[in-house]
């Protein structure tokens, strides 16, 4: 369905760049695990206080706005750095099962934190608020194994 | 026993270990190193972000509102946890690689910033963590802490740039 971005994508100066270079993939994929960390401890106090697990969840979802800043950089730099990494050869991650799976994991990832993050403290349901933060961790760790099993596979 | 008695056995106990069949059937497994690593990769992650959200906390960046001392402890556990399956996936990744680790500079890089990260840790322990209690949520932590912030979210960003790096050394 999206064949004719990736292969246009492949055509462009930076796809070139990034298979000419010997050093543009590593920093690259560098700060794409620098974006995941900062992603993953984001989701951890975020979760843990929808879930009211060890953490207080104030009203109005305040701890959530407190860490806009780190969220916005997270997942800015998680889809900025993939897309740089997807640049060494676009028509080969396009064939990829496992970047398949991985990108349906990442936009249902991205649904279940976007609504986690604006509708999560009008949740009145301890239990509801809890299943949403087991979904949402769920979806963002099949995300990341699938996004491994790229490499791998 | 003197340094260089020491440095001359290392490298047998590298091939040791590596020859053990524990390590064998790590290396030689089509799935359970993969699995190993995806889990270790995951976990370092996961570390580095709680500690980072904590070290973000401390130079007065995110959850101000939020008294330091509490996100400390409350986030404490969960890294503690995770720090303890990165050492028992990393023991057993070194373990089936042993043999081609030793002469890999970023594994060793790595491991030099790891054992700097765990003397930050004491030097935040003992100058710093006092300092905390009673702070005020929206106050700033004193120098002491975001020194030692500042320079966890450094040592951390090179140990997951350096672990990347072992793959490429390899």
Do not use: C
């Not at chain 1, 070139?16 to 900062?38: G, K, M, P, T, Y």
């Not at chain 1, 301890?126 to 699938?146: K, N, Q, Y």
């Not at chain 2, 790590?26 to 699995?35: A, D, G, H, L």
């Not at chain 2, 765990?118 to 700033?140: D, W």
Request: net charge positive; aromatic share 10%; no cysteine.
């Amino acid at each position: 369905m999206f064949r004719w971005l990736f292969t246009a994508y492949a055509q462009t100066g930076f796809s070139h760049a990034v298979r000419d270079s010997s050093w543009i993939f590593a920093v690259v994929e560098v700060f794409h695990l620098f974006s995941l960390a900062l992603l993953g401890g984001t989701l951890i106090v975020g979760l843990l206080a929808l879930a009211e697990l060890g953490f207080r969840f104030p009203q109005g979802g305040a701890l959530w706005r407190s860490l806009r800043l780190t969220a916005v950089l997270a997942t800015g730099g998680i889809i900025t750095t993939g897309i740089g990494l997807v640049a060494v050869n676009p028509l080969k991650y396009y064939w990829d099962d496992a970047f398949r799976y991985k990108m349906g994991f990442l936009a249902l990832a991205l649904i279940a934190l976007g609504f986690a993050y604006v509708r999560g403290a009008a949740i009145r349901s301890l239990t509801s608020r809890r299943l949403l933060a087991l979904l949402t961790l769920t979806l963002w760790l099949a995300a990341g194994v699938s996004g491994r099993a790229i490499g791998l596979l | 026993m003197s340094v260089a008695s020491v440095a001359a056995v290392l490298p047998d106990l590298w091939q040791v270990v590596y020859d053990t069949s524990w390590a064998t059937a790590i290396r030689e497994s089509e799935i359970v190193f993969p699995v190993l690593e995806t889990i270790h990769v995951l976990t370092l992650a996961l570390i580095a972000g709680t500690i980072s959200i904590v070290d973000l906390r401390l130079l007065g960046l995110v959850l101000k509102d939020e008294p330091a001392a509490e996100i400390e402890r409350r986030i404490v556990p969960a890294t503690w946890a995770g720090f303890a399956v990165m050492v028992i996936t990393g023991a057993l990744l070194l373990g089936s690689e042993a043999a081609k680790l030793e002469h890999n500079p970023a594994f060793l890089i790595k491991l030099v910033l790891l054992v700097l990260a765990g003397s930050n840790v004491i030097f935040f322990q003992f100058f710093a963590h006092p300092k905390l209690a009673g702070l005020e949520p929206g106050r700033p932590a004193p120098p002491v802490a975001r020194i030692s912030a500042g320079l966890s979210l450094a040592i951390w960003a090179g140990v997951i740039a350096a672990g990347r790096a072992v793959a490429y050394y390899h």
